[in-house]
């Protein structure tokens, strides 16, 4: 409803956002402790794939907690939206794997080698629509 400051959107809707961007942010948790990584990604399958170094702390806390969240979102003036997905990420290990995932063409961002492939399988997906305004006053 346009009169309402937030909209829940459909999990196509969700995918769709998800897709039209290449930034997002993982979290991990690992000894209880939360960890954020911005990282480039694609969406291939309805999953969440990005790259990684071999020695980089974003692989070491998926292998010890594979319970992930991504998120990626994006704004303008008017209106904003985010995308939250709670998934399971596994590294990339059979050569079978690794053929699908170089098709999706995910080049690094950041100079030095990152040959490792992380999926995120989603569990759940869940999107926002807000609408930027003045709130209402009441006395």
């Known amino acids: 409803m346009a009169d309402e400051p937030m909209d ?3 999990a196509e809707e969700s995918w769709n956002l ?4 290449s930034l ?5 948790c690992v000894d209880g402790h939360p960890e954020i990584f911005p990282v480039n990604y694609v969406v291939q399958r309805r999953t969440v794939l990005f790259r990684t170094a071999d020695f980089a702390t974003k692989l070491f806390t998926v292998v010890m907690n594979a319970h992930v ?3 990626a979102d994006d704004h303008n003036v008017a209106e904003g939206w985010s995308v939250i997905v709670k998934g399971i990420a596994q590294v990339l290990n059979s050569s079978d794997e690794i ?3 170089e098709r999706a063409q995910l080049l ?9 492939y992380v ?4 569990t759940d997906i869940s999107g ?3 609408r930027f305004g003045s709130a209402a006053v009441t006395d």
């Not at 998800?18 to 961007?21: C, I």
């Not at 997002?24 to 991990?28: A, D, E």
């Not at 999926?119 to 989603?122: F, H, L, M, Y």
């Open 8 to 10: 829940v959107l459909s």
């Open 18 to 21: 998800l897709s039209s961007r």
């Open 24 to 28: 997002g942010r993982l979290v991990t």
């Open 69 to 71: 969240v991504f998120e």
């Open 99 to 101: 053929e699908e995932a």
């Open 108 to 116: 690094p961002w950041t100079a030095g080698m990152k040959p490792r």
């Open 119 to 122: 999926r995120v399988e989603p």
């Open 128 to 130: 926002r629509r807000f």
